[in-house]
Nanobody
């Protein structure tokens, strides 16, 4: 059984940084696309970033230039470095993994999900 466990969330002031981690267990996910999504209160879950099995990276427009996704296959872990955080980045952040490499922006394509970690950015 695959489990994804996020960590690194918290409260930060606007302009600050956080680094989220997502550790996988139960299966090696080196051949999987790994993604990050977020969900703010009253809003739908939205795509933030993804990294393919060969290291190609994809970002939503609001994350480009501020967030960096990376993966460490030896640790079965994916990271999301978030810099220049804004209050509108406040949300629960979820990591996910999918075997298919297509439609990385669609949450419906992902096979496994973590439980989420809260990120709160104060103004």
């Amino acid at each position: 059984q695959v489990q994804l466990v996020e960590s690194g969330g918290g409260l930060v002031q606007a302009g600050g940084s956080l680094r989220l981690s997502c550790a996988a267990s139960g299966r090696t996910l080196n051949s999987y696309t790994r993604g990050w999504f977020r969900q703010a209160p009253g809003k739908e879950r939205e795509f933030v970033a993804a990294i393919s099995r060969i290291g190609n990276t994809y970002y939503t427009d609001s994350a480009k230039g501020r967030f960096t996704i990376s993966r460490d296959n030896a640790k079965n872990t994916v990271y999301l470095q978030m810099d220049s955080l804004k209050p509108e980045d406040t949300a629960i952040y979820y990591c996910a993994a999918m075997f298919s490499g297509t439609y990385y922006y669609s949450p419906n394509r992902y096979d496994y999900w973590g439980q989420g970690t809260q990120v709160t950015v104060s103004s």
